[in-house]
């Protein structure tokens, strides 16, 4: 299982910012890998793994406007993804058979 997260916080004042820093930072700390700018994924080891990072995301949103959707999708349907522009990350170049799971 794969959790991706999309997010669009403001940045315009100090305090924002701030918080859109924790919050990618937050991301970083608990796993997350940047698949674009504002978007994230993590690989969770089943159901209950999912449950664990959705209920950490929940606990660590931002106190400010703005958007942050979470989106669950199996390994397969990641797999299929069609990279329209751009290349690869490193991470969807390793695949799915060398990531490790803690």
């Known amino acids: 299982m794969r959790i ?3 997010f669009d916080l403001p940045v ?3 305090r924002e910012r701030k918080a859109y820093s ?3 930072k937050f991301l970083l700390q608990d796993g997350y890998t940047m698949l ?3 978007v994230y994924t ?4 089943g159901e209950d793994g999912v449950r664990k990072h959705m209920r950490r995301l929940k606990e660590n949103i931002p106190p400010v406007n703005g ?3 979470a989106l669950k ?3 397969k349907q990641f797999e299929n993804m069609e990279i ?3 290349t690869t990350t490193a991470e969807e170049e390793l695949g799915a058979n060398k990531i490790d799971f803690f």
């Not at 993590?42 to 080891?45: E, G, L, Y």
Request: hydrophobic residues 50%.
């Open 4 to 6: 991706i997260v999309f």
């Open 12 to 14: 315009v004042v100090p």
């Open 22 to 24: 924790r919050f990618r």
């Open 36 to 38: 674009q700018y504002s």
């Open 42 to 45: 993590r690989i969770c080891n």
């Open 67 to 69: 958007a942050i959707r």
């Open 73 to 75: 999708i199996t390994e």
């Open 84 to 86: 329209l522009l751009g």
